[in-house]
């Protein structure tokens, strides 16, 4: 399972990390990617890192790109994403997910945290 | 870019085929992903790549694609089929691309 955590009430312009933890497989063989939802809205892809055998490289949305970092580490079984210069804007429900290899659907999903950005 | 298009909306009678479509330029190229949310729950895929069912999907799920639009159909449609519907796709120049959403209400 994946389990998300980090989500906050935060002002805008400040920064803040969330965390994905895995559990139950081997986390070093998945692509790791990160999604958001505005409440009522659409789902919105942000970040894709694949995995070790594939360079650790890295895609990003360019609604986020130079603002949104992600990062793994596999030792602890854990995707990150660095969010910095948060907007109004980026207030959603923020998800992760894992896939398999190039083009593959996400077959697992964490439950989700919320990320409020508000002065 | 690469845009997916979903109606906002379909409704299907109970027991009946609820069909969802996902238009996009040359779409029948790329394999298309197929997902289901329920309000407060994270998305659960549903088709993945075209056609295909995970295991524990009912065979009622189905999906076929070609040319400019995707479809996934439930057939048998009920109560708890109820959802919001997502396709997506990988586009090399957009990445991770998902259409709109369609909610699905069964009468």
């Known amino acids: 399972q994946l389990v998300e955590s980090g989500g906050n009430l935060v002002q805008p312009g400040r920064s803040l990390r969330l965390s994905c933890t895995a559990s139950?497989?081997?986390?070093?063989?998945?692509?790791m990617s990160w999604f958001r939802q505005v409440p009522g809205k659409g789902l919105e892809w942000l970040a894709l890192?694949?995995?070790?055998?594939?360079?650790?490289?890295?895609e990003y949305a360019a609604s986020v790109k130079g603002r949104f970092t992600i990062s793994r580490d596999d030792s602890k079984n854990i995707a990150y994403l660095q969010m910095s210069v948060l907007k109004t804007d980026d207030t959603a429900v923020y998800f992760c997910?894992?896939?398999?290899?190039?083009?593959?659907?996400?077959?697992?999903w964490g439950q989700g945290t919320m990320v409020t950005v508000s002065a | 870019s690469y845009d997916l298009t979903q109606p906002l909306s379909v409704s299907v009678a109970l027991g009946q085929t609820a069909t969802i479509t996902c238009g996009g330029n040359?779409?029948?190229?790329?394999?298309v992903h197929w997902y289901q949310q329920k309000p407060g729950q994270a998305p659960m895929v549903v088709i993945y790549?075209?056609?295909n069912r995970p295991s524990g999907i009912p065979e009622r799920f189905s999906g076929s694609n070609s040319g400019n639009t995707a479809t996934l159909s439930i057939s048998g449609a009920q109560a708890g089929d109820e959802a919001d519907f997502y396709c997506?796709?990988?586009?090399?120049?957009?990445?991770?691309?998902f259409g709109g959403g369609t909610k699905l209400t069964v009468l």
């Open positions: 997910g894992r896939s398999i290899g190039v083009g593959n659907a996400f077959d697992i």
């Open positions: 139950g497989f081997t986390f070093g063989d998945y692509f």
């Open positions: 890192i694949r995995s070790k055998p594939y360079g650790e490289t890295i």
């Open positions: 040359n779409i029948g190229s790329k394999n």
């Open positions: 790549r075209d056609t």
């Open positions: 997506q796709v990988w586009d090399s120049s957009a990445n991770w691309v």
